[in-house]
C-alpha cells in the first residue's frame, strides 16, 4: 500500500505526487473523474507575476516558483516523454495614459532589486515587441519572467511522467494512513458546509480559444484580459471571474465581449476562428492565497487548495511545503496559506 494517498488529480494533486515521490514517498493519486477533469483542464495558462512592489511573502514565494518552473517542467517533460506546452515567452501590457506611464517607470526601477536582476520589466514603444498590439500611448510594459503553459497538457504531462516512474493514477482505492485532499472546488464547498460559513468558493471563468500561429509572440495582458499565444498554433483568451452562474461548465453571451476585445487588441486576431470554448470552476479560499496545511475537517489528513488564478504558478511551492510539513515536521507555511487564514 502506499504510503500516502493523494485525492484529485489536477495540478495541486499531481505535483504533491511529484515532490513526494522525488523525495522517496510511495504515493498513489486517486480521482474518479481523471486527470484535469475540473479547473486543472482549462486553456489559457498564463504564469504571470504579481508585479514588482509592496514585496510579501506569497509574492516572493510565486517569483521562486516562477524563477524555477522551466527546470522543473523540462524534468517532467524529459521523464514523461510529453511537452507541458511550458515557455517563458515574456508579456506586454498596454499603457493607458501619463500616469500608467509614471507608475510602470516606478515598478521597472523596483523590479531591479525584486527579480533580482535576473528579469526585467520595461518601458518599450509597443512597435518593437515582435508582435503588433493597440496601445493608447504607443507605449507598453514588457516583462521577461512571464511564462505561459497549457494547464491540460501539462496535467496530462505530468500523469505520464508520475506513470512513469510508478506512481498509480486511479479512479478509486484504498485510502493510505496519510491522505493529501486536493480536489479543488468541490472540498471547498463540503468543507464550509461542515463549518456552517463560507471558507472558500467556485469562481466560474470561461476562456476561448483561438487558431493563430503565433507560437513565439509573448503574453498580452490588456484590460484584465489575458492572451496567451500557445507554441501549438493557438491563442487562448479568458477570463471571466463569475461568483454567481447556472451552469458550471458550459459558456454563454459572457465570453464573447472577451473575444471581441482580444480580435481588438491584437490585429493577428482580427480573423481567426474559434476552435473550442471552455468553462470551468476554479477554487479560491476566503483568504485569496492558496490553503495549505491540516485539512480542517478531515481529522489527520491535509489539504492543498484553493489556488484559483495562481495554482498552475504555485502548486510546486504548496507541494514542497506539505512534503517538509508531512516528512520532516519542518513547518514554514506562511500564515496567510494556512486553513485558519480562511474559517
Known amino acids: 500500500m502506499a504510503d500516502i494517498t493523494i485525492r484529485g ?58 524563477d524555477r518552473a522551466e527546470g522543473l517542467w523540462s524534468e517532467i517533460a524529459d521523464v514523461a516523454g510529453t511537452d507541458s506546452g511550458y515557455g517563458r515567452t515574456g508579456r506586454i501590457q498596454p499603457l493607458a495614459d501619463d500616469a500608467a506611464i509614471a507608475l510602470a517607470h516606478q515598478r521597472a526601477e523596483q523590479s531591479v532589486d525584486l527579480w533580482q536582476g535576473r528579469y526585467q520589466w520595461q518601458v518599450v514603444p509597443a512597435d518593437r515587441i515582435g508582435v503588433s498590439v493597440s496601445s493608447p500611448t504607443g507605449l507598453v510594459i514588457h516583462d521577461t519572467l512571464t511564462a505561459r503553459i497549457h494547464p491540460k497538457q501539462a496535467c496530462l504531462s505530468l500523469s505520464m511522467a508520475l506513470k512513469a516512474v510508478g506512481v498509480p493514477i486511479l479512479s478509486e482505492a484504498q485510502a493510505a494512513h496519510k491522505e493529501i485532499w486536493a480536489t479543488g472546488a468541490a472540498d ?70 472577451l473575444i471581441q476585445a482580444a480580435r481588438k487588441a491584437v490585429p493577428a486576431l482580427a480573423n481567426a476562428p474559434v476552435i473550442q470554448r471552455w468553462a470551468g470552476l476554479r477554487p479560491r479560499a476566503r483568504s485569496r492565497a492558496p490553503m495549505v496545511g491540516l485539512h480542517p475537517t478531515r481529522p489527520g489528513a491535509y489539504i492543498a487548495n484553493g489556488g484559483f488564478k495562481i495554482g498552475l504558478a504555485m502548486a510546486p511551492v504548496v507541494a514542497e511545503m506539505l512534503a517538509d510539513l508531512i516528512l520532516d515536521g519542518h513547518d514554514r507555511i506562511p500564515d496567510n496559506f494556512r486553513p485558519e487564514a480562511s474559517l
Open 188 to 257: 471547498l464547498l463540503e468543507i464550509s458546509q461542515q463549518l456552517g460559513k463560507t471558507v472558500g468558493s467556485p469562481i466560474k471563468g470561461q476562456a476561448a480559444l483561438l487558431k493563430c500561429l503565433l507560437p513565439t509572440a509573448p503574453q498580452i495582458f490588456a484590460d484584465g484580459l489575458h492572451i496567451v499565444p500557445h507554441a501549438d498554433g493557438t491563442v487562448a483568451i479568458g477570463s471571466t471571474t463569475e461568483r454567481e452562474f447556472d451552469h458550471p461548465t458550459e459558456t454563454d453571451a459572457q465570453l464573447e465581449p
Open 9 to 66: 488529480a489536477g495540478i495541486m494533486g499531481l505535483m504533491c505526487a511529484w515532490v513526494l515521490t522525488r523525495r522517496g514517498v510511495s504515493v498513489q493519486v486517486v480521482d474518479p473523474n481523471g486527470v484535469a477533469a475540473g479547473a486543472s483542464g482549462g486553456i489559457v495558462g498564463a504564469l504571470a507575476p504579481h508585479v514588482p512592489e509592496n514585496w510579501n511573502p506569497k509574492k516572493a514565494m510565486q517569483f521562486d516558483a516562477l
